[in-house]
């Protein structure tokens, strides 16, 4: 805008300005000789010239001030956007700058990790080389010890050694295999075993619980031994033996049941053990728990379960073969460690009128004796308290009917557990032998039977033998 505005004030200057100074010489005015030959003043119509002239440079004088003034403000207004944008530029110059700043101080921070990553590559690189040449060494040295090796070997066995060596070597190496693979396969057995016993204790606490739970689901009845036979067949009362070693010594030596008739009593069925160098009556039989033991008074006094499997004899009919005389009570027993064991006693059976009180005196035998201390009891069931403890029936809590004294000691009679009971309460209600202060015994078979203090036909008795079970 500028140039533009310059030659127009140029051409102004050169053309208008020495008219306006009013100077009475006017070079402008004397453009030549004949105007200066008609007169020396201007005539009127030249002065009205003049002042036409002047007025019309005037208003396009005024025109252009005015023109200007726009253009000037017009000027001054882009002046003033450029100012501003200047301002701007320079604010986003300064905020550009200290950008620039900061990317310098972080392009030096990472210039300096950059270092540092550089050094630990280099220290790691020198490292590796380090390894890298300690191991050439050692592999050269295993290859000089393997030549001298060699060479020895060589020098020392024969090439069929050399070969046997390898063999060895071959055998050695499988064998180490094998090893591994054995020791593999043992982690994984006991990793089985691990497996199989917390499934195995899983299933006793559920047997145990079954077991808690018995009493109710387990609460049938035994069927009762046969009845003694005067009333029905009074045939037999004639010519029968007094009881099974009798039977032996007329010459059967067959185990089963038999018709028996004691002195002074009805004859009845019973089993005989004829295993023996003599023959026993048995009067309790357990060994496999499929009769239930748990029984009133009135089934334990005529017996009750079957003879070829578990039974009570009864005891009327023990009682009648106790009354003859002198009498053996042998206890024959096995526990869950499968070991068997025995222990006899003299033995005496008072009546019904006693409660069937119970009189031991002992004998022999590999078992320690607690049943020494229930001599003098009477029979107890769960129907019938006749135990020495207080409070308690122990028929009741300990189940079976038993010679009890206070309870918690020795019941042949107890609950038939298929395992070493596990829980207390089980243990008690378990078919048990108690020594004093010592750990019980749990069982697995037990055979109680009688016979006469001198077999009749056995001089060399022992006491040591077979048992029919
Ligand atoms: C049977 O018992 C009576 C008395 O109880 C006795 O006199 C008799 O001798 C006994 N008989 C036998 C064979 O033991
Ligand atoms: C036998 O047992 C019954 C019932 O328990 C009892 O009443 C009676 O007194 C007992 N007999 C003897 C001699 O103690
Ligand atoms: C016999 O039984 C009583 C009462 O239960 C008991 O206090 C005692 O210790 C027992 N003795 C033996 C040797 O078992």
Partial sequence: MRTILIPVLFVLSATCVPALCGNEETPVLQPGAPAETRSRFAGLDDVRLLANGLLQLGQSLREFVQRTKGQINDILQKLNIFDHSFYQLSVLASEIKEEGEELK????????????????SVQINSK?????????????????????????????????????????????????????????????????INHQ???????????????????????????????????????????LPSDCSQLFSRGER????????????????????????????????????????????EKYENGFGYFQGEFWLGLRKIRSLAAQ????????????????RFIEYRFYLDGPESNYTIHLTHLSGDLPDPISNHTGMMFSTK????????????????????????????????????????????????IQWKPARKAPYFLKLTQISVYPVAPPSSSSASSETGIFL
Wanted: glycine content about 6%; charged content about 30%; hydrophobic content about 30%.
């Fill in 383 to 430: 129907d019938r308290d006749n135990d020495k403890h207080q409070d308690l029936n122990c028929a009741h809590s300990y189940t079976g009917g038993w010679w009890f004294n206070a309870c918690g000691d020795t019941n042949l009679n107890g609950r038939y557990f298929h395992m070493r009971p596990k829980g207390r309460s089980e243990r008690r209600r378990g």
């Fill in 254 to 297: 067959a185990s089963g049941v038999y018709a028996i008739r004691p002195n002074g009593s009805e004859p009845f069925m019973a089993f005989c053990d004829m295993s023996k160098d003599y023959g026993v009556t048995v009067i309790q039989r357990r060994r496999d728990g499929s009769v239930n033991f748990d029984q009133t008074w």
């Fill in 128 to 192: 590796m080389e380090n390894i890298m040449q300690e191991k050439s060494q050692l592999q050269n040295k295993v290859e000089g010890l393997e030549k001298k090796l060699s060479t020895l070997s060589h020098g020392l066995v024969t090439s069929d050694q050399v070969a046997e060596i390898n063999g060895l070597r071959d055998v050695i190496n499988s064998q180490e295999q094998s090893i591994i693979e054995l020791l593999n396969a043992v982690k994984e057995q006991n990793d089985q």
């Fill in 197 to 239: 016993k917390t499934k195995i204790k899983i299933l006793e606490e559920k047997v145990d619980d079954t077991i808690e739970r018995m009493p109710e689901n387990f609460n049938s009845e035994a069927p009762t031994l046969t009845p003694f036979l005067t009333s029905i067949c009074g045939h037999f009362s004639t010519d």
């Fill in 105 to 120: 101080k972080t392009t030096v921070v990472l210039k300096a990790n950059n270092d540092e990553i550089k050094d630990l």
């Fill in 325 to 340: 005389g002198d009498s053996v009570l042998h206890f024959q027993l096995e526990d869950w460690k499968q070991v068997r």
